[in-house]
T-cell receptor, first 116, second 117 residues
Framework: AQKVTQAQTEISVVEKEDVTLDCVYE???????LFWYKQPPSGELVFLIR??????QNEISGRYSWNFQKSTSSFNFTITASQVVDSAVYFC?????????????FGKGITLSVRP | KAGVTQTPRYLIKTRGQQVTLSCSPI?????VSWYQQTPGQGLQFLFE???????NKGNFPGRFSGRQFSNSRSEMNVSTLELGDSALYLC????????????????FGPGTRLTVT
């Protein structure tokens, strides 16, 4: 069985603060993919990043960075110098690397509020 | 390139009725997946269609069904609606999930918010 845990439910920060969103996953698959999605108030899930399990290289993209550690089954997401527009619900998701079981397993999401 | 579109955006139905939701994937995408989002259960996978065939199914009762057409457009149907079916239904499209290693990100539509009274 696959499981994604986002222990933080709500985070509130002041603009320009850095914030890290935690994600821990469980899977028996040896290869898999991890994702982060953002859901603004409009409701549409916006794809942020995909990482495969055999690539532990961390990535930085503008104000966003991701820290993938297979040893601890974690895939954390950091926003540097947060902005009000970053306010949204953030979901971590897991996908097996097998075509026969093609579904995303989502965490419960973290509601991020960035105050001016 | 146009994104995933879903119609209608909002729907109000009465218990016992049935409803059909529509999803048009991104051009060229052959896989369409459906998810239900509720405050209590979060995002849950309903089913996935690829080349007009249901390739995977989540743990939902048979009242939930779907289909995919030759142009990759998909419809989802819920029969005998219950109050608990009130949710945001999200459709996602991707190039394809292929066995053997390839995996593509899913792009989501804006969702259809269904309210059952």
């Amino acid at each position: 069985a696959q499981k994604v845990t986002q222990a933080q439910t709500e985070i509130s920060v002041v603009e320009k603060e850095d914030v890290t969103l935690d994600c821990v996953y469980e899977t028996r698959d040896t290869t898999y993919y991890l994702f982060w999605y953002k859901q603004p108030p409009s409701g549409e899930l916006v794809f942020l990043i995909r990482r495969n399990s055999f690539d532990e290289q961390n990535e930085i993209s503008g104000r966003y960075s991701w820290n993938f550690q297979k040893s601890t089954s974690s895939f954390n997401f950091t926003i540097t110098a947060s902005q009000v527009v970053d306010s949204a619900v953030y979901f971590c998701a897991l996908h097996p690397n097998t075509g026969a079981n093609s579904k995303l397993t989502f965490g419960k999401g973290i509601t991020l509020s960035v105050r001016p | 390139k146009a994104g995933v579109t879903q119609t209608p955006r909002y729907l109000i139905k009465t218990r016992g009725q049935q409803v059909t939701l529509s999803c048009s994937p991104i051009s060229g995408h052959r896989s369409v997946s459906w998810y239900q989002q509720t405050p209590g259960q979060g995002l849950q996978f309903l089913f996935e269609y690829f080349s007009e065939t249901q390739r995977n199914k989540g743990n939902f009762p048979g009242r939930f069904s779907g289909r995919q057409f030759s142009n990759s457009r998909s419809e989802m149907n819920v029969s005998t609606l219950e109050l608990g079916d009130s949710a945001l239904y999200l459709c996602a499209s991707s190039l394809a999930w292929l066995a053997g290693g390839y995996s593509y990100e899913q792009y989501f539509g804006p969702g259809t918010r269904l309210t059952v009274t």
